[in-house]
């Protein structure tokens, strides 16, 4: 079935790796996937940049190029770019969402000056920055935020994710304006713009219904779950959402080995 599909969508958390391991034959399933159609990595982590995200994969073992990766970090600044042009931006979050937005022309500004604040995960968050960011959208700043997930997985477990620092911004009463990050359709729609192709002509393959399934059939792509990440058999029988394939990996998909739904 993959013969149909002109490129792919790849998340990477429990798809690729888990727990900071590589996934079993998870190097060779790209590889084949590569051989039918360009692939698009397509991670909320905001924490690096494309670079960024791309050495990390390969010192995991995975060997990738910054352009196959298209973190939220990149599809932030791409998005404020086409919108509105160069911005003003002062952001809470790690090094890739200074470096994606000052290579996409934007200017980090201090918050009092700041037009947009960027928002990611940030293992340093502090009240410091929390109180610079609520002066800053007191004055009028606008809110972004790369993406919303709650948790996010380490070697060590589950650790906050953005979903904390959105949270504490929203606490004080400012949600976001805008999420970038997927289920989003900004992060598809970017992410299709990249590859050049429709969304009907793109599979996309993540381990997470409401991100990866929800978001990409919102925009009309098929989608392919695997059950080697966050989602269950069991949680698959209960959810709503109905991807188009479901197969216990990603080695388990290239191959054909699907498991009926
Ligand atoms: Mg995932």
Do not use: C
């Not at 969508?9 to 079993?24: A, F, K, N, S």
């Not at 996409?104 to 920055?129: F, Q, S």
């Amino acid at each position: 079935m993959l013969q149909r599909y002109r490129g792919f969508l790849v998340d990477i958390d429990g798809v690729l790796v888990r727990g900071g391991q590589v996934l079993p034959g998870a190097v060779e399933a790209l590889a084949d996937l590569r051989t039918r159609g360009p692939v698009l990595l397509l991670t909320n982590n905001s924490t690096k940049s494309r670079v960024g995200t791309a050495e990390r994969l390969r010192r995991a073992g995975i060997p990738v190029e910054p352009i196959e990766v298209l973190p939220s970090s990149h599809v932030a600044a791409r998005f404020l770019r086409t919108q509105f042009g160069g911005v003003r931006f002062w952001y809470i979050g790690e090094e890739g969402i200074p470096e994606e937005m000052k290579a996409a022309g934007h200017v980090l500004v201090p918050p009092e000056e700041a037009d947009w604040i960027v928002v990611g995960m940030d293992r340093e968050l502090t009240y410091a920055k929390l109180r610079q960011a609520l002066r800053a959208l007191l004055r009028g700043a606008r809110l972004l935020a790369t993406n919303e997930d709650p948790t996010f997985p380490t070697p060590d477990g589950l650790v906050p994710g953005a979903g904390a620092v959105v949270g504490a911004l929203r606490g004080m009463g400012f949600p976001p304006e805008v999420v970038v990050g997927k289920p989003s359709p900004i992060a598809f729609q970017v992410a299709l713009e990249v590859l050049g192709l429709a969304g009907k002509e793109v599979l996309m393959i993540g381990d997470r219904l409401d991100t990866d399934v929800a978001g990409a059939q919102a925009l009309g792509l098929d989608t392919a779950l695997v059950l080697s990440g966050v989602t269950q058999k069991a949680d698959l029988e209960k959810a709503r959402v109905r991807p188009t394939y479901v197969a216990a990996d990603l080695a388990a998909l290239v191959q054909g080995a699907l498991i009926p739904g």
